[in-house]
Each structure stands twice: as C-alpha cells, then as structure tokens.
DNA sequence: GATGAATGAGTATTCATTCAT
DNA sequence: TATGAATGAATACTCATTCAT
C-alpha cells in the first residue's frame, strides 16, 4: 500500500523458532492474508483456514494466540510484500511519480487484496483494543517512513515549507484506502489512469506553487 | 459526508406505513445507525438493539427484512442526516471551501459515526451481495451528485476541462472515509485543519493551473 | 440434604413466566440435577442436556444464563425437594431422631444424588466467584434454619449451653457431605446403620451432659 | 489429614529410578498438588504444570501415564506429608486431643490445600474408574490405621463396646472433609475452635457414657 | 529423557431468524 | 402487529495426549 524508504524495520520473529514452525507459520500467515482478504476477517473461520492448510485448528493456536494474531500477522506481512512489489524504475523516478504508481496500479489484484485486508483489520480492530494496538505501530511506522520520503522531496524541491507533509502523505494513503470502501460498497469508480493523472496533476501543483504567490497554498479558508 | 444539491432523492420507504409504525421504523433506524457505528456490525445483535428499543426481535422481522436491511436503512437515514448538517454560510460559498469544510469538520461526532457506519457497511456489504447492490444505488447517487456541483464548478471557474471531475469527488470522499479505516487502524492523523488546509490549497492549484500552461495537469507520467 | 423447619424461604422465580416457559425451565433443571449428579458438572454437556429435553442448545440460553446458573438451579431445587422427602412421622419426633435418620438414610439414591450434585457445585464453585456467591446463600440460608431448629431443641432439653450448635449443625451437615466425598474416593464406608445409631449416641450424651458435670463438655483441650 | 500409627506404607514408586528422574518426578508431583489444590484439577493443565516446573508438556508424559497419575500420586504425597505435620507433643496425647486437634487446625493452609486436593480428586475420581480404584487403597489404608487406633484407645479406655469405630473415623474424616465442601460452597463456618471443643466435648461423652447404663449408648432409635 | 509440533475431539456460547400464539 | 420460545448452525478456543526427531 505504502511504500517504504531504505530504513529497513525488521520483520523478523522475536523468538527463534525451528525451521519447521516457521514454514507453519508463514504457510498459515500468506493463507490467513488471503483468507481474510477474499471471506473477510470474520467470515473465515480459523477452522476452514487450518484445514486448507492441511492442520488443525489447534495446530494454529499452537502458533498464534487467536485469531487476531493472526490477522495482525497477515497484515504486517502483505505491506512488507508490498513494498517489494514497486518496480524498479519506479523506485528511481521522482516522487510524485512514485505516488501517482499507487493510484495507477490500483486494479492490481495483490494491492485490492492488502486494501481489503486492511479493511477488516480496520473494522476489526474497532472492537477489539490489543488488536489495534498491535496495527497501530505497524501503520504508524509506515506512515512515518513515507513522510520522510516526502519530506525530503519538499526540501529536494524546494515546495512551500506551509505544506504539512505528513498531512499529504496521509491524505494519499486514505485515499487509497477509501478507495476501498468505496468499492466494496459498490461506487463505481473512475479508471485508475484518471486518479493517477489526477494525483501527478496536484502534486506537480504543489511543485509548481511556490514559483508563484507562496501565500496562496498554505491558508485555509475560515468558516463559520 | 458528501453535499448533494437540490436534486433530493426519495429515501422514503416504499409502502405507505401508518404514523406508528414510522416512528417505530425510524427510531429504529436511528438506534441501528447509532449501535452499528458505535458497536460494529456483527457486534451489534438484533436481540440488542430490540431490546434497547422496547421491542421484541421479533417485532423487528416484522419491521425489516432482515439485519442487513436495518444497516441499509440505517446508511440511507444517516448520509441524508449528513447533508442537513452543512451550515447555510459554507454552502453559500464556493465549492472548493465547501469540500474543504468537510475535512474542517473531520472530529465532528456526528461526521464520525458516519465514518464508522459506512466503513461497517462496507465490510459487510464484501460478503452480502443484497446488500451491495442495494447500497450501491445510494452511494453511486451521492458520487453524482457531488460530481455534478463540480462539473458546475469546473464550467464557472474555466477549470482545465482535462481535470476529471468525477475522480477529483472520488478522491475527496475516498480520502474521508480512508481517514476512517486509518483512525480505525489506530494510526496517528494529522489535525483535521492541516487536511483542510491542504485540500484547499490543491483545489486552489487547480484554479490557478489553467492560467498557465493548461498541458502540465492533464498528463499522467508513464510507466513500464 | 438438611431439614428445614417451618420458615419457608420462598424458591419461587423472581420473575414471572409464561406457563409454558416454566414447563420447559423445571424440565431442564430437573434434568440437569440427575445429569450433573452421575455424569460430574463437568462431564455434562449443555448440548447433551439440550438433545436429552428434546430441545436445542440455544433454547438452555434462551432460560438460563449459562451452565452456572443452571446448576445453581439444580442445588437450589433438589435441596428443595430434599426438604420434602422427610416422613412426617420423623418430623413429628424429637430432633436427634432427625439427625439420626439423615445418616440412616445415606444410600437413599435421590439423598446419594444430592450428595453428589452438592460436591459438583462446591468444586465447581471453586473456580466460579459467581456460582460461589450464588450458591452461598442457599446453602447458609439452609444452615441457619437448621440451626435455629437446634437452638430450639437446646433450649427444650436445657442443653450445656455452652455448646456451639452453629458448630453442632455444621458439623452433622458435614459430615454428610464428606462422606460424599468419601465415597467418591471409592473409601469403604459402614453402613448407614452404623452412622445413625453413632449419631443418635452421640446427641443422647449432649442431652445427658448436662445432667452431670456440666465444665467437662465445654472445654477444649489446649495444644502447644 | 488423618494421621497413622507407624506400620508405613509405602509410598515410593515402583520401579527404581535415577536420582534425577527422582527429583524431577517429586518436584513434578509438589507442583501438581498444589496446582491441582488451587486451580481445580480441570483447571490446571498439564501444558502449565510443565511450564510452570520448567519442562514441556512431553516430559511430563514420560514419567507419568496421565493427568490421572499425577493427581494420584499428588494424593499420596500430600497425605503423607500431612501426617508429618503432626507435633510430637499432640502425638503423645490421648487420642481424643489428637482427633480435635485436627479440627483446631482446620485453617492450617496445609490442611485446606490438602482438603481441596482431595475435594478435587474426589469428583474427578467419580467419573474415572481407574483412577477411584488407585485411590481407593490410599484411602482405606489411612482409614485402616485410624480405626485401629482407635480400637486401641477403645480397649484401653474401656468404651462401649457396641461403639462402632470404624464408624467413628469415618464420620470425623468425613466432617474434616465436608468442611471443605462447605467451605467452597462459600458457607459461614463457625471457627475452628468451636469444632475442636464440639469434638472433643463428644468424644468426652464416649469415655463418659460406659460408667453409666451402657444401654443408651448403642440403640439407634428406629424409623419407619 | 526430553522436545514441541500436531492431533482430534470437545466445549460453552452466540445469533439471525422463524413461527405458533 | 407483537411476542418470545425455539432453532440450527456456526465459532473461537482448549487440552490431554502422541510421536518423530
């Protein structure tokens, strides 16, 4: 969904655990992903995932400690597979370019399936506090990441200091995410070009804006 | 959550029902708008939300379809709640003010119940195909709505005619029910003015863009 | 298991059912006794005592609010029942006598049954704070009539007054259970008529104490 | 909780082990009794007993065939260590101090642990043959050596003779034992004073009760 | 002797929904 | 139209026990 810069954070187990365990437990965390994706988090059953993967559903509590877990799991797991997905090329080019791929590529069966993901997870965690506080480190670190990227292309590009870089980094991530929603409720949405076209169109304003009046872009209106 | 203009689109329900059983189905409805955002979906019984209304479950079989029916209804009631909740002055004023109004107002309660109640849909609607469908005509009909206002917009200001109207509202009301999911996921947001600072700063880019070289915000980049 | 004189503590149900209701809820209870008795709290399944009333799982929930507190009603109604088991003819005579008959009668199967369902409850309380709380005041509210019985007795008898009839009460019921308790451990046990005419000695020695030397039957021996 | 005159029986295991696989075993057995006395026999599993006694679950079973041995084996122990606890001054005394003393120490932490364990071993026995039948021996052996000693104090006293000893043991092991029923049922107990001088003003009597008309001592009065 | 991954059978409980009254 | 007793199917989770390593 997000896409990282260089600074790394490990997605290593804390524990050591023998290879097997951990062929068990990545075997379960990629079918879980898909699982909760595609059925929904509470309409899989952690029965039907253990015996599509040939266990039981004790086999899974010996590796996870509920359901949650495991969604918690799938979920770290899918955005860090997400990250490798960017192209190179991509990778290389400006960001506004980087961010405008996103959009474009929004039909990507892979990134639907981490939208969905994330769509349980959010509701989900709604309910359920651990949940949410387990998400919450894995979605702010993202997020963090991804203002950095930004902020160094503001200062890179020399874009109107007034512009609130984490708000912009935000504002790309909901809507990509909302995007989402929106889908599931059945809106019928624009071809990914016309977003991607849209976003480059507003971040190349940006870019453009401080050659002009800087005042313009920083002020909110006032209302009542 | 979005404006819609004039164009009012018939929420009343199909059959004539006698005044009592209005008020019994709209006090319903309110309750379910306000368990299902607060509660989630699934974690709100039906056998609860009788209760709470001094019925019976069965009493509300009597009323509705079903659950997910309630849910319908209870998206219907509270998107068109969200309309009257705009202030004469905003929509007095320019469209980008009113869009960035909305993201202005992201802590209201009542905008974030909204949030919440869309976002339960949505993940129910994933796995109920009846209640897709039936949200989708409400959903799709807001989307246009709005999109009219700014191809009305577009039209008075000479905005580059390039600039899709309809992603530009898709966007915006993806990015606010993406705020949902994210708040949902526990992630660290921006403070509701810094968003509504920064839509109207690129909406104002968007004014501004077609007084100078119209080719630069129509081009999406290209990728391999 | 304990006689209870005239004051009777109402067993009725706080609330009022429908008739049919109370049908179904006397069945369960009923058939909850005899099942947590042979078969152990434990070892008796909800859904085994739902298929054995011909009912569903559900419909036990629909009564009760769990496995507690049905076995919470199962204590209190085979108590009850217990109550009503003594011949008249033995109510009529003196109260050793009724001490004496409930050793005489300790293979009497519902007495045995009783026996058994009071030492599931109090293991099942163990663990249960709710049930615990629950279960106190009956069997207290059984202890206290039985020892008014008893203070009534010493005051008829001009008993030692220095004896503890609060511990005498205690001490009988005790007994009773622990020999449940006993038997359960597969302890060979003498039979009743044993018990009964060693109970009957022992109260005839309170009511000859004191005729003699009243000091020797209060005062305990003193340990380092 | 009951105490043996010297003929001991053996308690060790059959089969000669290793020092180590000793200690691991009785170190095993000490945290079974306890935790079994605590957490109720269901409620400990044998995952945390090995855990929590720094093995795994696997381990366990290598040196014990089930749960079941283990609670047996916890059974033994704790009695005989129970024994043990006995002081040397109360062991000198006439049997009659000896048995109140047990009821004096009734909320000795020792003692109520090992009244639960039993308590536990005594439902879980009830639907577990195997394991009632290797209990049994335990108990009436205890049993067994408690009666002859009292048959012992019996001659030297010169009681009654229709007195039924082993009737006598039984009702004051039972009473020791139903107090902990009672207890867990969450009755008021009076104070284990009160006990003490109650049992010991009784057995008094016994001592009492030949030099006069042996007569009343032996008859159970009859029922029809 | 010990590990620990896996089993398989089981549990209490919940809930949307129905239907005779 | 409302009731509420009942359904039936599903669910997450636990645990004693086994066995290949």
């Given at each position: 969904m997000w896409m990282p810069p260089p600074p790394v954070r490990s997605t290593a187990p804390p524990r050591r655990l023998t290879p097997k365990a951990q062929a068990t437990r990545s075997r379960l965390v990629a079918l879980a992903?898909?699982?909760?994706?595609?059925e929904g988090y509470a309409g899989a059953s952690v029965r039907d995932l253990?015996?599509?993967?040939?266990?039981?559903?004790?086999?899974?509590y010996g590796t996870f400690r509920g359901k949650a877990e495991l969604l918690a799991e799938?979920?770290?797991?899918s955005i860090a597979a997400d990250l490798e997905t960017l192209p190179g090329a991509v990778l290389a080019g400006p960001l506004p370019a980087i961010d405008a791929y996103q959009f474009a590529t929004l039909d990507d069966p892979a990134r639907a399936r981490l939208r969905a993901l994330l769509l349980e997870a959010a509701v989900a965690a709604r309910s359920d506090r651990p949940l949410r506080d387990r998400l919450r480190d894995t979605v702010n670190g993202r997020l963090d990441d991804w203002t950095a990227a930004h902020d160094a292309w503001r200062a890179a590009?020399?874009?109107d200091p007034a512009v609130d870089m984490?708000?912009?980094?935000v504002l790309l991530v909901s809507a990509d995410l909302g995007l989402g929603v929106l889908g599931a409720l059945g809106a019928e949405l624009p071809d990914p070009e016309s977003f991607a076209a849209l976003i480059a169109a507003l971040l190349a304003s940006l870019e453009r804006g401080h050659e002009r009046d800087g005042a313009s872009s920083g002020g909110a209106p006032t209302w009542p």
């Open positions: 992903a898909e699982a909760f994706a595609e253990a015996s599509r993967s040939g266990l039981t559903s004790g086999a899974i799938a979920v770290d797991a590009q020399g874009i984490r708000a912009l980094v």
